[in-house]
């Protein structure tokens, strides 16, 4: 058997380099799982729509949207959760309890009534962004609420000649520009 100049042969540098990779590959792997454990958010949140109707208008003519949030503590220590709406402004938030008590690794599924002025819709939508505050936290989630479908008046500044005003019977050849 020929030996190198270190006295190790060609397969026991083979060998050695195998070896340095597995666990060069096995480090990488460790270093990774734990960068994502460390990244992980101290709560899951999940907005759901309440069951039954899409949308309630109340006596003093607000739209209301029944959500569910789903929230799961994923801290070691007990969190005090509120939930607030950030955009628009003048949306309300009205939880069950002013504020939610999660154990460690406790989830809870919150009912929450959202109230938004009609004119808060356009085409029965609205988007509105929910903040879950807890203790060293602040997690924002994007929803869509639910409404009537408001359209929205506009100014007419323009009235434009109508090529096809024949087609249409009693259009007297004016189209109205929006």
């Avoid at 709560?43 to 069951?51: E, F, K, Q, S, W």
């Amino acid at each position: 058997m020929k030996t190198g100049q270190a006295g190790l042969s060609p397969q026991g540098i083979s060998l050695r380099l195998r070896v340095v990779k597995h666990s060069a590959t096995l480090l990488l792997s460790l270093g990774l799982l734990s960068l994502l454990s460390a990244a992980q958010p101290p709560a899951d949140v999940t907005i759901l729509r309440g069951t039954g109707s899409a949308f309630a208008l109340t006596d003093s003519g607000q739209v209301e949207n029944i959500l569910l949030v789903k929230l799961a503590n994923h801290t070691d220590r007990i969190q005090q959760v509120t939930i607030v709406a950030t955009d628009p402004p003048l949306i309300q938030v009205m939880a069950t309890r002013d504020r939610i008590e999660l154990k460690p690794g406790e989830a809870t599924i919150e009912p929450i009534r959202v109230l938004a002025m009609p004119m808060t819709f356009h085409r029965g939508r609205a988007d509105v962004m929910l903040r879950i505050i807890g203790d060293g936290m602040q997690i924002d989630r994007p929803c869509q609420l639910l409404g009537p479908r408001i359209v929205q008046q506009t100014l007419v500044t323009d009235i434009k000649p109508d090529s096809h005003a024949d087609d249409e019977p009693g259009v007297a050849g004016m189209k109205l520009g929006l």
